[in-house]
């Protein structure tokens, strides 16, 4: 079986392209296998790259525990590069289906490669029973959150898959990788959550850290960067428009006040092809 390693900001999937081979069996036990990092070949989880009758292509993705998830932001990046850099498609413009519906994507390129990818994310939910979040708040703007021994101040997004968003003075160890998956599976989150912890460098800047659901803290969160790009413009501590500094490096977002669309701009690269034995 052929796979290809790519990352968008450091953020590491293992790429099948189903247009060329079949889709193997037990995906969710690939995926476990595929991305460990010491048995595997490595990865935050594994994405897969099939046809589509609605749009371009699909996109199906797997955290590195087997769960199924909804969409991935640095994922659909490296699919759109995968699909014009390999010839599926030829054009600029793309559209990806996926579990959390057909997402528009603008590549820029140079020497018949894509190089950067431009993500109409589409319009962020707010209603709590559609994150879901039990939490109170229409929206839920930084409601009190008890976990461990402390209360924290929450925002909640879902950008097709949920966050909680935490701003904070230091992104620390503690917080991440402690509170971090005990918020990610905190029962009032029915679906678990992916956690973003934030600093505010001004209204423009901000750094974030992720404990990403079903596969701990990664290098770096597309949806999640929008869903701070969100909660940031809603609780008055950022503008609409802001780059964020992630551990794999910075993406550009901007919440869009004339169609309520998020747009996330970012790197896409493919690092390496090779075999799986099976």
């Known amino acids: 079986m052929r796979f290809t390693k790519m990352h968008g900001a450091g953020n590491d999937y293992v790429y099948l392209d189903g247009f060329h081979q079949p889709v193997p069996p037990s995906l969710p036990e690939l995926a476990r296998r595929i991305s460990h990092r010491h048995f595997g070949v490595g990865s935050d989880g594994l994405i897969l790259i099939l046809p589509s009758s609605v749009a371009d ?7 590195s525990d087997g769960s199924e998830s909804e969409m991935c932001g640095n994922g659909i990046r ?7 850099d390999h010839g599926i498609c030829s054009r600029e413009q793309l559209r990806i289906e996926t579990k959390a519906g057909i997402l528009s994507v603008s590549l820029e390129t140079s020497g018949g490669k894509a190089n950067r990818v431009r993500v109409d994310m589409g319009e962020p939910i707010l209603a709590a029973p559609r994150i879901p979040t039990t939490l109170p708040g229409d929206p839920v ?9 402390r209360t924290l101040p929450v925002t909640c997004v879902s950008m097709g898959n949920p966050h909680c968003v935490v701003f904070v003075e230091k992104a ?10 005990r918020i990610e599976t905190d029962p009032r989150f029915p679906a678990r959550v992916n956690v973003e912890f934030v600093e505010i460098l001004s209204p423009a800047e901000v750094r974030q850290r992720t404990w990403e659901r079903g596969a701990g803290e990664t290098w770096a969160c597309g949806t999640g960067a929008s869903a701070v790009c969100v909660a940031g413009a809603l609780s008055g501590r950022t503008q609409r428009r802001i780059v964020n500094h992630l551990l794999g490096g910075d993406l550009e977002l901007e919440w869009n006040a004339s169609d309520n669309h998020v747009y996330m701009t970012g790197p896409a690269t493919e690092v390496f092809s090779g075999e799986w034995p099976g």
């Not at 292509?57 to 955290?63: I, K």
């Not at 490296?78 to 014009?84: E, G, I, L």
């Not at 703007?141 to 021994?149: E, H, Q, R, S, T």
């Open 57 to 63: 292509a699909r996109m199906q993705m797997f955290n």
């Open 78 to 84: 490296c699919v759109a590069k995968y699909v014009f």
């Open 141 to 149: 703007v930084d409601v009190p959150l008890a976990i461990a021994d």
């Open 172 to 181: 620390t160890d503690e917080l991440v990788c402690g509170l971090g998956p």
